[in-house]
């Protein structure tokens, strides 16, 4: 079976290439989806254990490999139905902002994650993001996500105008030390969805082979595996004022197994099948439509239903970041149906999004990849829900900075965009 699954693999990459030949948003679902499959190509998974018990390798299960063959020809099959239906954009609409919209835009959003970072100083201390994660979460509320995600879209924006001004810069050094901040804090999410937004937008457009060979993509890279790998001991050791060998050592003789979830993920997915897990479609469907209110908790709404059933019928020390499965959730619903119904869904909303960014015409763009990269690479170890719910906040975030841009006066002039080139209607494939 994980013969079948590379070959899934390989199809599946030679697809996307063929049908987006450039830097685009699939590949950061090609990207996101192999390192969660990785467990699976290489046979083996790590059953989740209780606190202070030491991990190890246990054999992947046909079946369990046989989902995530499944998942791959899904999404590949959503690229070549896509096609077919003339549904993918060609070639983008490329414009640029004018210089003094993107100076306002990154003003804005300075003046909101500075406010909301000085209450937070006001209230807890200087040394706030110093507590321990649990006592961060007990003083933090929807500000806090606001301030997080407003600092990701601000980073994105500097890096990609970095050139442009010395503002851009000095925003740019700023938005990297909230997000630093934020990581110590205890967040990996937002310095991963942030550093793979800045390589996807330097690199837009750019030739596969090309980037594959640029140093800028390598060292993007290479910042998000220490992001995943060495963020958790390095913020562990300066809260506890151990040194960082010590605490990366004893989280365990593999520490690549504790700071990357997809041995986890793949564990889930064994257990879940192995039990013949059920879940309803019916709740599933109501908790993803409540994600697109506001405040979906203040109705009675969450996203954390599939997570509870893991945690209280399956594994009940799993942490809540862990215990959830994309394809897992899918199975539980529908079968091996719902992992193709899963695999098609996942493709086809990454080349929505991919779409868009193609027409987009302005600081929407951002917006856009944030999304993009949040479902690209987070998808596989949540629920449908979940990831809705990670997104809204980003879309709070920047409809905060929007709604700024419009109630602060501005000269009409500066909010029009500037085309790069001549202005084309995006062809189709």
């Not at 989740?48 to 018990?53: E, F, Q, S, Y």
């Not at 306002?104 to 000085?118: D, E, K, P, Q, V």
């Amino acid at each position: 079976m994980i013969l079948v699954l590379w070959a899934a693999v390989v199809g599946a990459i030679a697809v996307c290439y063929a049908n987006f030949p450039t830097i685009s948003v699939p590949w950061i679902g090609v990207v996101g989806l192999f390192s969660y499959s990785i467990p699976a190509l290489i046979g083996f998974t790590t059953p989740v254990v209780a606190p202070g018990m030491l991990t190890y390798f246990t054999p992947a299960s046909d079946q369990a490999t046989g989902v995530m063959a499944i998942a791959w020809a899904s999404f590949a099959a959503s690229i070549v139905i896509a096609k077919s239906l003339q549904a993918i954009d060609r070639e983008a609409i490329r414009v640029s902002p004018h210089p003094r919209y993107v100076t306002r835009f990154l003003t804005i959003t300075f003046f909101i994650s500075s406010g909301i970072f000085a209450s937070f100083v006001l209230r807890h201390g200087l040394s706030w993001f110093l507590q321990t994660k649990t006592e961060v979460s007990n003083i933090v509320g929807i500000d806090w996500l606001i301030w997080k995600w407003t600092n990701g879209l601000g980073l994105i924006v500097a890096a990609y105008f970095f050139s442009w001004s010395r503002q851009c810069k000095l925003y740019a050094i700023f938005f990297g030390s909230m997000v630093a901040i934020n990581m110590v804090a205890g967040d990996r999410t937002t310095p991963v969805i942030a550093i793979i937004g800045v390589i996807i937008s330097l690199n837009w457009g750019a030739t596969i082979g090309r980037t594959a060979f640029a140093p800028k993509a390598w060292l993007g890279g290479g910042v998000v595996l220490a992001v995943i790998f060495l963020a958790k001991p390095f913020y562990v050791a300066l809260k506890t004022g151990e040194s960082f060998s010590s605490v990366f050592a004893s989280m365990s003789t593999m520490a690549f197994k504790q700071g990357w979830e997809a041995f986890g993920t793949q564990e889930l997915l064994e257990r879940i099948m192995a039990l013949s897990v059920s879940y309803s479609p019916i709740v599933t469907l109501r908790d993803c439509l409540a994600q697109f209110l506001v405040m979906p908790s203040v109705f009675g709404y969450s996203s954390t239903g599939y997570n509870e059933l893991i945690q209280t019928q399956i594994i009940s020390y799993a942490t809540y970041g862990l215990a959830s499965n994309f394809w897992a959730h899918w199975w539980s619903m529908f079968g091996l149906v719902g992992v193709v119904a899963g695999g098609m869904v996942y493709g086809f909303s990454l080349i929505f999004l991919n779409n868009r960014m193609m027409r987009s015409k302005g600081m929407g763009f951002f917006l856009l990849l944030m999304l993009a990269a949040t479902l690209g690479v987070y998808a596989h170890r949540n629920s449908p829900e979940n990831i809705l719910a990670l997104m809204r906040p980003i879309v709070l975030s920047y409809a905060a900075v929007w709604l700024a841009m419009y109630i602060i006066p501005m000269r009409a002039a500066y909010r029009r965009m500037t085309p790069a080139v001549a202005t084309r209607t995006p062809d189709r494939a």
